[in-house]
């Protein structure tokens, strides 16, 4: 089992910067899958980007394509979430999800792909 907690989030102007990390507790950090997914005011939880165990493949959500990495750093436990050129629509609440599950792409765009998430961070993005 692991425990995800996220931070990093906080106000910021349209088109400014954050980073957002996942520490992760537990010493088989490299065998997760790990996610980030946002939820904002009034709307479903939605995909946002995920990493696989080594790094070496990502995948995002369209919306956010060009403008936000994932990383990862294995000795450190730890997933990022660089986001620029923020919107005013990237508002929201930012989950970092965990699975060693092996599943398809698709499938990891999908919150049931997960089996451990954290509390959140909330990135407010004004105009």
């Known amino acids: 089992q692991v425990q995800l907690v996220e931070s990093g989030g906080g106000l910021v102007q349209a088109g400014g910067s954050l980073r957002l990390s996942c520490a992760a507790s537990?010493?088989?950090?490299?065998?997760?899958?790990m996610g980030w997914f946002r939820q904002a005011p009034g709307k479903e939880r939605e995909f946002v980007a995920r990493i696989s165990r080594n790094g070496p493949i990502t995948d995002y959500a369209e919306s956010v394509r060009g403008r936000f990495t994932i990383s990862r750093d294995n000795a450190k436990n730890t997933v990022f979430l660089q986001m620029v050129s923020l919107k005013p629509e990237d508002t929201a609440d930012y989950y970092c999800?965990?699975?060693?599950?092996?599943?398809?792409?698709?499938?990891?765009?999908?919150?049931?792909?997960?089996?451990?998430w954290g509390q959140g961070t909330r990135v407010t993005v004004s105009s």
């Open positions: 999800a965990a699975t060693t599950s092996f599943r398809s792409a698709l499938a990891y765009t999908t919150e049931s792909a997960y089996d451990y």
């Open positions: 537990g010493r088989t950090f490299s065998s997760y899958t």
